[in-house]
């Protein structure tokens, strides 16, 4: 009895806090989404009952068909080992593809592209969630109208300010304050409801049918601010890991949707009683005496929306590095308790100037509305296809079931596309030229690294017959203590070997060669942490292994060779690390302006010293100039 009262008890703090975290972005839709579907810069639907019970019979129905069905039923059971969203999706196809080179590159580039549109979406969500919140002060005077933008900055570099200071502190109050957001949403919803019940009747999907048929050209274009009800449900994927499934299907089956539902259809009945009140059938609802409350508890929970994101931002890029699709970033740990508190200094910084940059741009969350949206579907729409891989190949689903599955939901997230693309002059341009341009800098690390590559490998010299060498060789004198060599290829000796023996003319009297791979995996036991390997002559081979969501902590991982046979003093110890100089020059490969951009990611990526937590004060880097 009372193990299965800790359990309701665990699962309730998970379910409490996936509210604070998970469902920000998805739950301040309705701040912004009825007002754009009738005062979008594209729709200007006629105010009439049938209208607004088609539109409200489409929010519905998207919401069940997209986030309930698809991504609550089928998406959250693709999961890699416990971890969810876009880039964890990718791995798991890649590594079921080693032997289909096609179909991982393929994946790679989807996976990319999602990604990349992810930090498009990271721009986009806190400028509209917050300058959505703060408009609501012209509602109750109109002559604050001139407060709502230099406070809508505030509050983003607040955001983004508070971030190297990490946010365990203020966390802890997330899952509360969402909580009693959607208890509001609720409350308001069902205070509306009551004085035009009739506006129920829009459950039933024939209303969205009969929306369509007799309004095609109009019905369609609604859809791209329809939507916006369904933005940050990618969400439910990505922090998967951090919850697990259970506490994100019942808090959103039993308390997101439902609260949702009811304020979506409490702003549909006052727009029924009331066409005007279209312009901003949010605040609208809400009675005079709470109005002040609301925009201050709707501010609240725009800025932990935005806070989500970023942390989003921070994970996502930390996956990327360490499957080698980004280059080495500065990570910094913002709390000794919780390993998954990070701060990624350069993506932090790179967003509030784009947020605040598309603010003072865009001016209006109606504005702001055109450029949101088809990053949402595009994001969608890959994780769709690489979920499909993944039923057909780990699910063993037989075809008919998976086409029976995922078509319909592409079919849907191609016409929401389409819709959507009428937005690109308005401001649908920027995420999308914000992801390509992210997935060409990722693409041109990626390429990049497989170039140094086969450059480096061209010019290696095989590890064992050069051990071998060693031991014969009299004239080179051994020196106490142990070295340690950090090398990329395992079989090979590494560059800093070979200019510590040119240059100081010895051999360590241990000598140690270690080797990190990053798995597709979030995470490795421990067990399975290292693999030693006596190559003879006092020379050892160590692999260590990480997950993509750990952090590369080399000296930690040492301590498990012991286990193994080799016991290593990891503090008095000399750890040896290669330094490549790029020359690009003209020639096969990359374009030579792709490569010298290659070489200055290169050059500016941060020190493997610091990336694998290696002692400062035991590091030798021997430098070497690599024609690329």
């Known amino acids: 009895m009372g193990q299965s009262g800790d359990k309701r008890q665990g699962l309730s703090a998970l379910t409490l806090a996936a509210l604070g975290v998970v469902f920000g972005d998805i739950g301040t839709s309705p701040l912004y989404a009825l007002k754009e579907v009738f005062y979008g810069a594209h729709h200007h639907l006629d105010v009439n009952p049938a209208n607004v019970l088609g539109i409200l019979s489409l929010i519905v129905w998207t919401l069940l068909f997209v986030v309930t069905f698809k991504y609550v039923?089928?998406?959250?059971?693709?999961?890699?080992?416990?971890?969810?969203?876009?880039?964890?999706?990718?791995?798991?196809?890649?590594?079921?593809?080693?032997?289909?080179?096609?179909?991982?590159?393929?994946?790679?580039?989807?996976?990319?592209?999602?990604?990349?549109?992810?930090?498009?979406?990271?721009?986009i969500t806190p400028a509209i969630s917050v300058l959505s919140a703060v408009e609501g002060l012209e509602v109750i005077a109109p002559r604050l109208e001139?407060?709502?933008?230099?406070?809508?900055?505030?509050?983003?570099?607040?955001?983004?300010?508070?971030?190297?200071?990490?946010?365990?502190?203020?966390?802890?109050?997330?899952g509360p304050v969402v909580s009693l957001w959607f208890l509001s949403l609720g409350a308001i919803g069902i205070f509306n409801i009551v004085l035009r019940p009739e506006v129920l009747a829009a459950l039933s999907p024939h209303y969205a049918v009969l929306f369509f048929v007799e309004h095609p050209v109009?019905?369609?274009?609604?859809?791209?601010?329809?939507i916006l009800t369904v933005t940050g449900g990618e969400a439910m994927y990505a922090d998967m890991g951090h919850f697990g499934k259970t506490p994100i299907r019942i808090g959103w089956l039993f308390v997101v949707l439902p609260c949702l539902l009811l304020n979506y259809f409490g702003q549909g009945a006052l727009i029924l009683g009331n066409p005007a009140a279209a312009e901003n059938p949010f605040y609208l609802s809400v009675p005079k005496w709470a109005l002040m409350p609301m925009v201050f508890l709707a501010t609240c929970a725009t800025i932990i929306a935005s806070q989500a994101l970023i942390t989003g931002a921070f994970s996502m890029t930390r996956e990327l590095i360490q499957l080698g699709f980004c280059p080495r970033l500065t990570v910094?740990?913002?709390?000794?308790?919780?390993?998954?508190?990070?701060?990624?200094?350069?993506?932090n910084w790179a967003l509030l100037v784009l947020v605040l940059l598309i603010v003072v741009s865009f001016q209006t969350s109606s504005r702001l509305a055109e450029a949101y949206g088809i990053a949402v579907t595009l994001t969608m729409l890959v994780t769709s296809v690489l979920a499909f891989s993944v039923a057909r190949r780990d699910w063993n689903w037989p075809n008919w079931l998976a086409v029976l599955a995922f078509v319909p939901m592409a079919i849907v997230e191609l016409v929401f596309l389409a819709a959507n693309s009428i937005k690109i002059p308005a401001g649908g341009w920027f995420p999308l030229a914000f992801g390509f341009i992210v997935l060409f800098i990722l693409m041109t690390w990626r390429t990049g690294r497989m170039q140094l590559g086969e450059r480096l490998k061209a010019d290696e010299i095989e590890l064992v017959p050069f051990v071998n060498?060693?031991?014969?060789?009299?004239?080179?004198?051994?020196?106490?203590?142990?070295?340690?060599?950090?090398?990329?290829?395992?079989?090979?000796?590494?560059?800093?070997?070979?200019?510590?023996?040119?240059?100081?003319?010895?051999?360590?009297?241990?000598?140690?060669?270690?080797?990190?791979?990053?798995?597709p995996v979030p995470r490795v036991e421990n067990s399975q942490r290292v693999l030693v390997e006596r190559i003879g002559h006092h020379f050892?081979?160590?692999?260590?292994f990480f997950g993509f969501m750990e952090e590369p902590d080399v000296p930690a991982a040492l301590e498990w060779c012991e286990e193994q046979g080799l016991a290593i003093e990891s503090t008095m110890a000399s750890f040896f690390l290669s330094r490549e100089i790029l020359m690009p020059t003209p020639g096969a490969g990359m374009a030579l302006w792709r490569e010298k951009l290659f070489a200055f990611m290169f050059r500016n990526a941060s020190s493997a010293a610091n990336f694998f937590k290696l002692p400062p004060n035991r590091v030798v880097e021997v430098g070497s100039r690599i024609v690329i």
């Open 73 to 123: 039923v089928i998406v959250l059971r693709a999961d890699n080992h416990g971890e969810g969203g876009v880039v964890a999706l990718m791995a798991r196809v890649i590594e079921q593809a080693k032997e289909r080179p096609k179909k991982r590159n393929i994946a790679i580039v989807l996976g990319l592209f999602g990604a990349a549109l992810f930090y498009g979406d990271g721009v």
């Open 146 to 174: 001139p407060a709502v933008m230099p406070i809508t900055l505030a509050i983003l570099i607040g955001i983004f300010v508070i971030q190297q200071h990490g946010t365990a502190m203020v966390g802890r109050f997330f």
């Open 218 to 226: 109009a019905a369609f274009f609604s859809l791209s601010a329809v």
């Open 332 to 347: 910094r740990h913002t709390s000794d308790d919780q390993m998954g508190q990070i701060y990624v200094p350069a993506v």
């Open 469 to 519: 060498m060693i031991a014969t060789d009299k004239s080179m004198p051994r020196v106490p203590h142990t070295a340690i060599f950090l090398s990329p290829r395992p079989d090979s000796v590494p560059n800093a070997l070979l200019h510590n023996m040119k240059h100081n003319f010895v051999i360590h009297e241990n000598t140690i060669l270690v080797t990190v791979s990053f798995l």
């Open 540 to 544: 050892h081979r160590v692999k260590i």
